[in-house]
């Protein structure tokens, strides 16, 4: 009887510490991934124009011993044409909103951490997206602990085909994307990790017969580079963070051990 009071009560002290353990994750608002991008896009300009005048003006004079007329006719005319060609860049700016559901998924999954809904940005994206520390003061990410800020700094489509021998051919679409992220304190601006990222993901179609052309699945080719990418991202914050999470399945090593906890305590880089 006493054995069982005292499992009664192990219990009790469990189930009473979990919401102070859950209340004392760190909470983190993630936001879409920013990017900047030059444009060229090419221009022809043609402008025509033209200007006639015509003025005339007569008199006569007709006296007792004399007559006389007179008259006089001016013309004028002016045409000016103008053409030029070429191209001009210009920065774009934006957010993508595509990336982010899978890592935060990752991170709900993982666990160790709280997730907090931030702001989108608002207006016009212009270099003002990148101005994550501005955003925070804006309230844009009220109730979190930290922001995970991430930029896109390459992101690309590749095609390509290998041929089997005969007819057959492979053909490949894929997608990388790098991101550089930073976990940066609400309160005290710190930088408390940062990482960069990788997320891959491909289509490969088999064409049998000449002619034929292989149709890939986008939609397939993003989802994998959105999984991948979140589970590069979750590993390294939860290393970096010093929270080890539990293992997502497809990273790391089958039988591989967790990397200790890293101390919140170590030096920080500030904005």
Excluded at 7 to 24: E, F, G, K
Excluded at 130 to 137: N, Q
Excluded at 181 to 202: D, M, P, V, W, Y
């Amino acid at each position: 009887m006493l054995k069982t009071y005292r499992l009664i009560a192990a219990l009790s002290l469990c189930a009473a510490a979990l919401p102070v353990a859950r209340a004392a994750e760190p909470k983190i608002a993630v936001t879409d991934l920013a990017y900047e991008e030059r444009v060229s896009e090419y221009f022809r300009v043609v402008s025509a124009s033209s200007k006639r005048s015509v003025n005339a003006s007569g008199s006569v004079h007709d006296g007792p011993r004399s007559y006389s007329e007179r008259g006089r006719l001016s013309a004028r005319s002016e045409s000016h044409y103008y053409e030029e060609e070429g191209t001009y860049s210009y920065i774009e700016y934006g957010e993508l909103r595509k990336y982010t559901a899978d890592l935060k998924g990752a991170m709900l999954k993982g666990g160790g951490v709280r997730l907090v809904q931030g702001k989108a940005y608002q207006g016009k994206p212009t270099e003002k997206v990148f101005d994550i520390l501005a955003r925070i003061r804006q309230g844009q990410f009220a109730g979190a602990d930290y922001v995970l800020f991430g930029t896109v700094s390459d992101i690309q489509f590749n095609q390509n085909a290998m041929s089997f021998g005969g007819s057959a051919t492979s053909a490949t679409l894929g997608l990388d994307i790098t991101v550089d992220f930073s976990l940066i304190n609400t309160r005290t601006h710190e930088i408390k990790a940062a990482f960069t990222a990788l997320g891959s993901g491909q289509d490969v179609k088999v064409v049998s017969r000449p002619g034929d052309r292989a149709t890939f699945s986008r939609p397939k080719v993003i989802a994998e580079a959105s999984k991948s990418l979140a589970e590069a991202a979750y590993g390294e914050l939860m290393s970096q963070f010093g929270l080890p999470g539990r293992h997502l399945q497809g990273s790391g090593a089958a039988g591989e051990s967790a990397a200790p906890p890293v101390s919140r305590n170590e030096p920080v880089v500030t904005y």
